[in-house]
């Protein structure tokens, strides 16, 4: 049987104001408020409040077949609770059905893995004890901040936070002749990893609404057919895996409705289900539907699902980015030493990984992509506004 396996990454940060030289020794307010509450409105009325009430629907509709998972960071809870309180009280809804499931990962979106495993533990602890308050589940399945993922992650994430799952990027240099339809053990077999189809999941949420695209228009019927044809493949009764894995503000906001990306969602379900050799599963469910022993995989270099190269250059690729995270870490290092709870708080939605990748100066394949997510004219610009909020921080430590 092949398994459907949606994910979707919820997630917003908190953006930061244009911050000159001026302010620095002021100690004022480094986000910009008034844009975060003007973005968190517009992608909760265009994507997440539809979405979260289509999927409602499609579960109740399909009496629990169709199910779906979901990464909620904490800044974008933080923000649901602060300018659109429905928005949290739809996806605890959708928990309530037990056919959503709610992955662990850090709390602020962090690349704190890289960089400090102290800190990265700190904030997937705290991310559990938010998914236990606001949604009543305790993660067993683990996505780290992009799905950033190398081997000695599974080791900290299992020996340390007992993880049973984690996704991860079907990247081509590591599967070699494989196939991400199957779940695979990380090196030491320890814990199952899923991996991302991205060509499957990249026609959904980003060529959808591409009228150069070939395939275009892509109707549920089209897709599933693809879908149908890749259990060929499959000849020894293995069940297999298709992880389609992407952005939640896919549905509305970077496909828009007019697209008929809504349309699609909600015919999906039903037409896979005619199909009695299809259907859907939630990560956690596939470490029992795995029906073979898994062959292992080493990620001795970090992957991701950013961008062309899938590796780390969306957030450091230019000395900007690498001298922001540098500086980031080793202010938080002396924050943490000085037990500030107001100033790690702070420094922590710093920590955000967006903030690196407003950064970014590659172009070409994936320049229009870093454009659109970012808030900024420049990415100099976005350096230098974060460097000011640095220096900023680093008077109030001395102080």
């Not at 800044?75 to 037990?98: C, H, N, V």
């Not at 896919?250 to 809504?262: D, L, S």
């Not at 990415?379 to 900023?392: E, F, G, K, S, T």
Request: with cysteine; charged share 25%.
């Amino acid at each position: 049987m092949l398994n459907v396996v949606f994910y979707f990454q919820v997630h917003q940060p908190f953006r930061l104001r244009h911050l000159n030289v001026l302010d620095i020794g002021k100690g004022t307010n480094y986000f910009d408020d008034a844009l975060n509450e003007q973005v968190m409105k517009k992608v909760a009325e265009k994507s997440y409040l539809p979405t979260n009430a289509l999927l409602l629907d499609l579960i109740k509709k399909h009496e629990g077949r169709f199910k779906v998972a979901f990464s909620v960071t904490g800044t974008a809870i933080e923000q649901f609770r602060a300018w659109s309180p429905q928005t949290l009280d739809s996806f605890k809804a959708l928990a309530d059905t037990g056919c959503v499931e709610f992955l662990g990962e850090t709390y602020y979106h962090s690349l704190a893995f890289l960089y400090d495993t102290n800190e990265f533990l700190d904030q997937v602890a705290l991310h559990r004890e938010l998914m236990k308050t606001e949604f009543g589940q305790s993660p067993v399945t683990f996505r780290n901040t992009e799905l950033i993922y190398q081997d000695s992650l599974s080791d900290l994430v299992f020996e340390i936070e007992g993880f049973k799952s984690i996704l991860t990027e079907g990247v081509d240099r590591i599967l070699g002749w494989r196939t991400p339809l199957y779940a695979y053990k990380n090196y030491s077999k320890d814990v199952n990893l899923l991996l991302k189809y991205y060509q499957l999941s990249d026609d959904i949420a980003f060529r959808f609404s591409n009228r150069d695209w070939p395939e275009y228009p892509l109707t549920v019927e089209k897709f599933v057919n693809w879908i149908d044809h890749l259990t060929l493949e499959e000849t020894q009764g293995r069940n297999q895996f298709l992880n389609l894995f992407m952005d939640y503000e896919t549905f509305g906001e970077h496909q828009w409705a007019e697209t008929g990306i809504f349309d699609f969602m909600q015919h999906f379900p039903a037409e896979v289900l005619k199909r009695s050799h299809l259907g859907f599963a939630l990560p956690r469910e596939t470490f029992e539907l795995a029906n073979y022993q898994q062959e292992a995989l080493s990620f001795p270099e970090p992957v991701s699902w950013a961008d062309a190269e899938r590796d780390l250059s969306a957030w450091l690729s230019n000395d900007m980015q690498h001298n922001a995270i540098e500086t980031f870490y080793r202010i938080l290092g002396r924050i943490r030493q000085k037990g500030d709870p107001e100033l790690l708080e702070i420094a922590r939605k710093l920590s955000t990984s967006d903030h690196f990748y407003y950064m970014c100066t590659k172009y070409f394949t994936d320049g229009d992509v870093h454009k659109y997510f970012s808030p900024y004219d420049s990415p100099d610009q976005a350096y230098i506004y974060y460097l000011n909020a640095m220096a900023d921080i680093e008077e109030r430590l001395e102080d």
